[in-house]
């Protein structure tokens, strides 16, 4: 004999199929929207990865010493034009800047690439009274070599603070401990010319010099 079965068993398979398919519905678009999120995580990283890797290999460090004394550890960053637009076209695919933004930031990037030419420096000192490479009277001076030989100092340094430097993630040299510091020079013929940039912080108790070939890689 077969058993049929009852009307609200029946109703009750069909709600349990319904909700069975709802689940099964709702985990596939969890897991291609999880996908989706690791996937635009890991393009996102390999970017990040991609600019710190440019940082990496413009950055110049020297640490003078006197007798077991430490004077001076300075990390130097050649900022350089194509590290910025980077850093820029990261922040706009991550969502951070519009596109506005992101228009105004490649206009400003282009305009100071023929104007000057930037350094990013972390600087620690054995008497934290002696970091003050921002000061007029600092006992430190900061000098670029020029394609004739002669030493010019910059336009501008300015003390920068980490806590308000949005991207200082994408700078692991300025740390805690060190003092962040903008240096600019007036890109001049004489500086446009040059074939490697060499960067000396000097003073009394030692100094420090920093090169960057510029030769394009054959």
């Keep these: 004999m077969i058993s049929v079965p009852e009307p609200h068993?029946?109703?009750?398979?069909?709600?349990?199929?319904?909700?069975?398919?709802?689940?099964?519905?709702?985990?596939?678009?969890?897991?291609?929207?999880?996908?989706?999120?690791?996937?635009?995580?890991?393009?996102?990283?390999?970017?990040?990865?991609?600019?710190?890797?440019?940082v990496g290999q413009n950055v110049r460090t020297e640490k003078v010493y006197r007798d077991l004394d430490t004077i001076l550890i300075a990390d130097v960053l050649l900022y350089k034009p194509e590290i910025k637009r980077s850093g820029v076209k990261q922040a706009?695919?991550?969502?951070?800047?519009?596109?506005?933004?992101?228009?105004?930031m490649f206009a400003d990037i282009a305009?100071?690439?023929?104007?000057?030419?930037?350094f990013l420096a972390g600087v620690y000192t054995g008497?934290?009274?002696?970091?003050?490479?921002?000061?007029?009277?600092?006992?430190?001076?900061?000098?670029?070599?020029?394609?004739?030989?002669?030493?010019?100092t910059p336009s501008s340094i300015t003390k920068l603070k980490l806590d308000k430097m949005q991207d200082a993630w994408l700078f692991p040299f300025l740390t805690e401990w060190k003092y962040a510091y903008r240096i600019v020079f007036p890109k001049t013929p004489a500086i446009a010319g040059v074939n490697s940039y060499t960067?000396?912080?000097t003073s009394v108790v030692g100094e420090g010099t920093f090169n960057w070939d510029l030769t394009p890689p054959k």
């Design 9 to 54: 068993i029946i109703g009750n398979m069909n709600k349990s199929r319904a909700v069975s398919i709802s689940v099964a519905v709702c985990l596939c678009l969890l897991a291609s929207s999880s996908c989706a999120n690791k996937s635009s995580k890991f393009k996102f990283t390999m970017q990040r990865d991609a600019v710190m890797d440019m």
């Design 199 to 201: 960067l000396r912080i």
């Design 127 to 152: 008497d934290k009274r002696w970091n003050d490479l921002d000061k007029n009277n600092s006992m430190w001076r900061v000098t670029l070599k020029t394609a004739d030989g002669s030493w010019v």
């Design 111 to 118: 305009d100071k690439e023929s104007k000057e030419v930037e």
């Design 92 to 104: 706009k695919d991550e969502g951070r800047i519009d596109a506005e933004q992101d228009k105004e």
